[in-house]
């Protein structure tokens, strides 16, 4: 629950300003989360009918952001992927604006797809690289010209994001889950609340002098602590609803007749560790792994119950 992550919190300075730049689902819960501890946000959207649409950013459309709107801005965080041809949207419109104020953290939300297969082995930040698919070389390409960027930035890399309204617990009750079957196969995931939390205690070492600052730490991962099958989350997530599971289906006797997409989500294996920013960093993670994660999702879908399409109709009426 957001208010765990207010409770355990400390506020930024009273001068902090936060931009956040794309106010999806991430970039929304950094958003709560800084309201709620009394900093105030400016979040863009593509469309100002969106919900907590502060300010239109597009970068595909004619309007510019306004730089006097963005005036005070101290801390940044862009949650907007990149586009088709590997560019990151926001740099080559914003840059000359955000090198104008005065930024004390600005962070990149990144994927650990980046690492590639690492054949189920570990992988740390210390690592290099090795993208394999196309949408994780854009992406490093994105990283890249963030770092080069000039600004105090932090690349955080995640795995699969859930949270409340986006997690299998909410594909089981719509029916669309199934129950793939791979030996061996993991995946890491974090909840959208650690990655708020994740930011937010980035946010302030960074005002904690020269050996907190972002330089050191450039690139950090922020996933949970436990890599686990998705078949094994399905399970749990079955049992948490006391509802019955998809039936089992082989991986090997599926993997031709699913989505290019759906096979290379499939294609790569690894566990990624959160080392550097649970232990060097010091940041506690408020969901440690999908078991505290997903009893979470079930407490706030039943509180504020997502707005899902409807499941699809039984065949036997
Ligand atoms: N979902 C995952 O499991 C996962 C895993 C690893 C990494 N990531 C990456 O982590 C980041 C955050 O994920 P998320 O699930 O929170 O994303 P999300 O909900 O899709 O939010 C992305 C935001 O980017 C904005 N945006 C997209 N294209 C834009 C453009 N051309 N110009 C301006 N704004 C644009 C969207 O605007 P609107 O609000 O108007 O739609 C939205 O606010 C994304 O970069 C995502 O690719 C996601």
């Known amino acids: 629950m957001l208010a765990d992550l207010v409770k355990r919190s400390q506020p930024l300075a009273a001068d902090a300003k936060l931009l956040v730049l794309g106010g999806g689902y991430s970039g929304r819960c950094l958003g709560s989360l800084a309201r709620a501890m009394g900093t105030p946000v400016l979040c863009t959207r593509r469309s100002l009918d969106a919900a907590e649409a502060d300010l239109l950013f597009d970068s ?124 061996d196969q993991v995946f890491c995931r974090i ?55 998809p039936p089992l289906e082989p991986f090997d006797q599926i993997v031709d007749s699913m989505s290019p997409m759906a096979q290379t989500f499939w294609s790569e294996n690894r566990r990624v560790s959160n080392h550097r920013l649970c232990q060097e960093l010091g940041y506690p993670l408020l969901h440690p792994n999908y078991r505290v994660g997903l009893q979470d999702c079930l407490n706030q879908d039943k509180l504020n119950p997502p707005d899902l399409p409807s499941p699809p109709r039984s065949t036997n009426g």
């Open 191 to 245: 909840h959208v609340e650690d990655i708020a939390g994740a930011c937010w205690h980035l946010m302030h070492r960074a005002e904690q002098g020269p050996s907190a600052r972002p330089g050191n730490w450039t690139v950090v991962n922020v996933v949970d602590d436990l890599p686990a099958p998705t078949a094994e989350l399905m399970r749990h997530a079955a049992a948490l609803l006391g509802c019955a599971l």
């Open 60 to 183: 595909n459309g004619q309007d510019q952001l306004d730089p006097a709107a963005l005036e005070g801005v101290t801390h940044l965080l862009s949650t907007i992927p990149p586009d088709r041809d590997g560019n990151d949207p926001v740099l080559p419109k914003l840059l000359p604006t955000l090198r104008n104020l005065p930024l004390r953290w600005a962070g990149y939300l990144s994927t650990t797809g980046v690492y590639g297969d690492r054949q189920g082995g570990w992988v740390t930040e210390e690592d290099e690289p090795a993208p394999a698919l196309d949408r994780s070389i854009r992406r490093l390409n994105c990283e890249a010209a963030w770092q080069r960027s000039g600004l105090p930035i932090q690349i955080l890399r995640l795995p699969g994001i859930y949270g409340p309204g986006r997690s299998v617990l909410n594909g089981l009750q719509q029916g669309r889950a199934r129950l793939i079957d791979k030996p």
